[in-house]
């Protein structure tokens, strides 16, 4: 029999005992490993069982051994230092208080937020990034507010069949089991988040918040006795359902969400939050809630339009546009005819999200369209990824090259305390004299390479005994009284070079790209000298049959056996699992088509453990790649066909394992230790941990991102928002009169015979502004090298000054008699090689981020 309603009873903890509340309820138990350690003191047994989450621990654990820990002193005294650490902790001045300008409060949207294994509200990468993030942002300070949903049933647990096919399971989550407290008003009430739908709905959410260090996160929930029985279901699956479900779920994110921060802000008289940044497209609509409040108070839509883009930050993070949420656009049409929004035009919002531009379709509307339009401040996240971001949105911004779109790379980082290995953090502690692995000092002779191999042995014998005990417990949860095969007792060796890939399981990561040639693999695994083995996981969407197709097939190559012992399939694949398979893998595989990895985490997180990466060079190993820190597999773009490449790619992955890999593993002194190996695990530590932190990330976004767009939000909104009526009136001014605008002509002297390095190169051109002045617009020299069709690659700008008014001569002097204005400059010859140049003209404002933003340009011909 089934239970018609699942709640948790929670333990009453003795007085003694209750700093334990106060840190469970608090997450950065999930990064500090005294914290955690405390916990497992508690029932190290039931600790284990449920994967390190305090809130189910004191929900489990017997009243008699809790109260023989409340008699114990030094426990009791440890608790409360703990909890005394924390307070000091969230209140402490960190990093971000040492800035200036810096923004008051940021509110950071995502559809996904992956924390701890105990609260499961992510799906992947995505998920992964924007926990860490929070974390992050903890640890240096940001007074930065989380926004998300809190999904009933999370994304979904996995099971493998007998036939290798990817099941899927559903089970609720009990918010009084979890880390979360329900947002309340002064007077106890439930605060209430409620948006207007069609015909007479109304949708309304309560909001609960999660304590992830000194940052809240708050997660709305549909699942309450308010909402008719139709829409409790909203916030039912992370990326459940489709088309209409989904929209919803981003309209409650957006819009819902915004109004959330609101009403959190107004309750515990936080400041408003300057500074939005929305981590994806599914957190666009919040810039049309913000838009709708501005409206309210008295401004236009387009003057609105302006004082919100210039406190948004948009992070795309797909280059697969398969990726990018797409609405029917009648369906938006049907959203946002009604009162959702209060002084937003339908005809409005469709513009904004329209594919208006070259191979877009008129049918839908993008929501990455619109974070981009929403967002005077755009990032892809690496270097690689902003390139590809900038040529697939480069008809936003028509007459541009590919390198001026306003969409710039933060390249993605990891959380080091949440992913470094205790035993790794032990052994900094013990011999670096430091609990920050990322500035530890690895090529010290402090740690012995024998030392530093020991723990990497003992790391990977820990990954050996979870996958077996988890092997175990799959094949017990699938034959319910069975006994266990007994040759899972031998699965996988501690001994055995051992690699991992684990990732979510779309086409384009190519899960089973090392099943291309299955009897080579075959005797890589088996060799008699130099054997490896593969540990690998992953959860296909449940939509996707095509991902389950390549689970299935990668099952089943594991069920040989003479293989099984070699390698394995880890179901069920989350942050409890990914903890052990990271620092457990001497090498972590990634082998995705270049290049459709936005940046690719899982291997920053392998790294930080001194793993060594063997990735194709697409996302952060594109550019940090170096020769030392692991091998590159080479791109087989020139391929005939995807089959071809699919070979070539994968042969040169089976020659690299073989030839390089596997003879420097096994390679030993006379005290079996792999010394080479090694160099390269210290060089890794030492060059990337640092590079590869959350941290840097964070700090990045800080600097580049939120206080540019804090001083642009406070600027343009002084005054009763004088700068937002301002931008919007003068580019009503300049569209009407772009038409107008042309190089007329252009040109250039000063230079000698044969141009040097220092020469100067004077450039003067006529320009026709017709209706605008030439303070609307920056005249600007654009050169760099020239390629074979002179297109430029490295441009440089240079603006060139409008000459003085005193002239009437018809073509040469400053105003000609066709009304065109000269304007000219000079250009410092600074490196050596081919050399090009062109003139164009921009709007110039001192609100505009970028010249590009408006997507208006005149070039010479």
């Not at 809240?216 to 029985?229: A, K, R």
């Not at 002084?343 to 981009?372: I, K, R, T």
């Not at 003067?764 to 303070?775: E, I, M, N, T």
Request: glycine share 10%.
């Amino acid at each position: 029999m089934k239970a018609i309603r699942r709640f948790t009873v929670r333990t009453v903890l003795p007085e003694a005992l209750s700093a334990l509340d106060a840190l469970a309820a608090n997450l950065r138990w999930s990064w500090h490993q005294p914290t955690r350690d405390l916990f497992e003191e508690v029932a190290p047994e039931i600790w284990a069982r449920i994967a390190g989450d305090p809130v189910a621990l004191l929900g489990a654990v017997s009243p008699a051994r809790l109260d023989e820990l409340a008699r114990d002193q030094e426990f009791v005294g440890r608790a409360n230092a703990l909890r005394d650490d924390l307070a000091t902790y969230t209140s402490e001045p960190r990093w971000y208080q040492t800035l200036s300008d810096a923004p008051r409060h940021i509110a950071y949207f995502s559809a996904e937020f992956g924390i701890a294994a105990a609260l499961p509200q992510y799906s992947g990468g995505l998920g992964i990034l924007a926990g860490d993030h929070l974390k992050s942002a903890s640890d240096l300070g940001l007074p930065l507010t989380g926004i998300g949903l809190f999904y009933r049933a999370g994304y979904f647990k996995q099971s493998i069949s007998a036939d290798g096919w990817q099941q899927e399971a559903y089970p609720v989550l009990d918010p009084d089991g979890l880390p979360l407290t329900l947002t309340r008003h002064p007077d106890g009430a439930p605060a209430l988040v409620s948006l207007a739908l069609p015909h007479g709905r109304t949708l309304h959410a309560h909001v609960w918040q999660v304590a992830v260090g000194r940052v809240t996160l708050l997660l709305l929930d549909t699942d309450i006795p308010d909402n008719e029985e139709s829409l409790r279901g909203v916030t039912d699956r992370l990326y459940g359902g489709g088309g209409e479900h989904r929209l919803l779920q981003e309209l409650l994110l957006g819009v819902g969400g915004v109004r959330a921060l609101r009403l959190w802000t107004e309750i515990t008289g936080r400041p408003q939050a300057e500074v939005f940044h929305a981590n994806e497209g599914h957190a666009g609509f919040q810039g049309l809630e913000r838009i709708s409040t501005l409206i309210h108070d008295g401004l236009s839509f387009g003057e609105a339009l302006q004082v919100v883009r210039a406190g948004t930050v948009f992070t795309t993070h797909t280059p697969v546009p398969a990726g990018i949420d797409r609405f029917d656009r009648g369906l938006i049409e049907q959203y946002f005819s009604g009162d959702l929004l209060p002084g937003v035009d339908v005809w409005e919002v469709l513009a904004l999200g329209g594919e208006n531009y070259p191979g877009g379709s008129p049918d839908v509307f993008n929501m990455a369209v619109m974070g981009l339009r929403l967002g005077q401040h755009a990032n892809g996240v690496s270097v690689l990824h902003g390139e590809v971001s900038r040529g697939m949105f480069n008809g936003l911004w028509p007459g541009f090259d590919a390198s001026d779109v306003p969409i710039t790379s933060v390249t993605n980082g990891v959380h080091a305390p949440t992913w470094t290995d205790p035993l790794l953090l032990e052994l900094a502690e013990r011999r670096l004299g430091t609990s920050d692995t990322t500035a530890a000092d690895w090529g010290s002779g402090a740690v012995s390479d024998a030392e530093l191999w020991t723990v990497r042995n003992a790391m990977r014998a820990n990954l050996v005994a979870d996958a077996r005990r988890r092997v175990t417990a799959a094949w017990r949860e699938e034959n319910p009284g069975a006994t266990p095969p007994a040759w899972f007792d031998e699965l996988l060796d501690p001994d055995v070079l051992t690699i991992g890939f684990a990732r979510r399981v779309p086409t384009y990561k190519r899960l089973t790209l090392m099943l291309e040639d299955e009897d080579r693999l075959a005797s890589l695994l088996t060799h008699k000298k130099r054997p490896i083995q593969l540990v690998i996981a992953g959860k296909s969407h449940p939509a996707d049959d095509e991902g389950k197709r390549l689970i299935q097939k990668l099952v089943r190559f594991t069920q040989d056996p003479d293989l099984r012992r070699r390698i394995v399939f880890l179901p069920n694949y989350d942050i409890a699992m990914a903890q052990v398979l990271y620092p457990g893998t001497d090498i972590w595989l990634n082998n995705p088509l270049r290049p459709l990895e936005a940046c690719g985490t899982s291997g920053m997180k392998a790294a930080l453990n001194g793993s060594l990466n063997l990735s194709i060079l697409d996302g952060w190993w594109n550019e940090y790649y170096d020769g030392e820190d692991g091998w590159a597999i080479p791109s087989a773009d020139a391929a005939g066909d995807a089959e071809e490449r699919d070979t070539l790619e994968a042969e040169s992955m089976y020659d690299l394992i073989e030839n390089q890999i596997a003879p420097r593993f096994y390679r030993r002194d006379a005290k079996g230790v792999p010394g080479r190996w090694l160099k390269s695990v210290r060089h890794t530590l030492a060059t990337l941990s640092p590079e590869l932190s959350a941290d840097r990330m964070v700090r990045e976004y800080v600097n580049r991102l939120y206080t540019p767009a804090a001083v642009a939000a406070r600027s343009i909104s002084a005054s009763d928002f004088a700068g937002g009526r301002e931008l919007a009136a003068w580019k009503g001014v300049v569209s009407a009169g772009w038409e107008g605008v042309s190089v007329v002509h252009v040109e250039s002297g000063g230079l000698a015979a044969v141009p040097q390095v220092g020469d100067r190169l004077h450039v003067r051109a006529q320009v026709q502004l017709g209706s605008l002045s030439p303070d609307d617009v920056a005249v600007e020299v654009v050169y760099g090298t020239s390629r074979e069709g002179d297109d430029l690659v490295g441009t440089a700008t240079v603006e060139l000054a409008p000459l003085d008014d005193d002239t009437s001569a018809a073509t040469t002097g400053p105003i000609a008699l066709d009304g065109s204005r000269t304007f000219a400059g000079t250009v410092t010859l600074s490196r050596p090689g081919s050399f090009g140049y062109n003139v164009r003209v921009v709007p110039k404002n001192e609100y505009l981020a970028d010249p590009a933003e408006m997507g208006l340009v005149a070039v010479a011909h």
